[in-house]
């Protein structure tokens, strides 16, 4: 039975202020096959979405992404990617999102990374924020003060370009699975992203709170075209090697409103308790 990891989608509508719990599910999806296909375009499954998965792969697609069942699996059908493409897969919200973000999913892998595997899940395009697998820190090596040493964190988070922020003791093991929890958001009144918080295997309170994240990405002046809004995110995968498949599943996410859309539903709902007591009366 597959089990669907949105326990961050917490109703708090109730309260009169913003809180990091206040979540509304934005879109979410566990991966079930199309009928009598493995083909990611024939899957409809999940919710918040203006249409079904897309993929730009054009050789070979279903040996490159697919949905299915990996052997001796107890949790069902995953998203699985075994070759590389910038747009291996790509989904559209059914209503574009301008407020902060909270993404939540689970992945694994089978057979071997090498310097740089790559799989990110991205906002807008490609080259926009991503979240993921960047494996040994991309090179292998990372700069500690004035020393270059060895490096096996294989998972970051950016804003955009093609470095990224690692998480510290994230060196991933095959057959095993993670998950992944983000925040990208609006700071310090910008009009567009540009701070990206991220959890590896989060507790409950952390993602309530958000804090005491992993690592933290923030724009720079050579980050791809700022977001003002998310209609379409994706997964990208570069340099995994022949016989290397990851495995991605319940995918969740949400939207924290801004303050003042918080206001005004906590003052429609107010209006809606007052209505409701006047015809009891």
Known sequence: MKISH???????????????????????DTFAPGANS??????TSGQGWQSGWQTDVTKNPQNTVRIATPAGSTTGSMLEFAGNSDKAAFRTFANAQEDSLLIDFRFEYSGSLVNNSFMGLWFGDWDGP??????????GTEKIGK??????????????????????????????SYHLFGHLYKDGGSSTYNRFDAWLNPTADEMQSLTGWDARATSSAKDAEKLTSISTIGFRTVNLP????????????????EPGSLSLMGLALAGLIAFSRRKRS
């Open 147 to 176: 020393n270059t040493v060895a490096c096996t964190n294989d998972l970051f988070v950016r804003m955009g370009g093609t470095d990224g922020v690692f998480l510290p003791v994230s060196d991933v093991v095959a057959g095993t």
């Open 38 to 43: 493995a083909s990611i375009t024939a899957s």
């Open 6 to 28: 949105s326990s961050f989608v917490a109703v708090a509508l109730f309260c009169g202020v913003q809180s990091a719990s206040a979540g509304v599910l934005v879109a979410s």
């Open 242 to 257: 022949a016989g290397t498949t990851v495995r991605v599943d319940n995918l969740n996410v949400a939207q924290i409103p």
């Open 130 to 139: 991503n979240i993921g697998l960047k494996a040994n820190c991309g090179t």
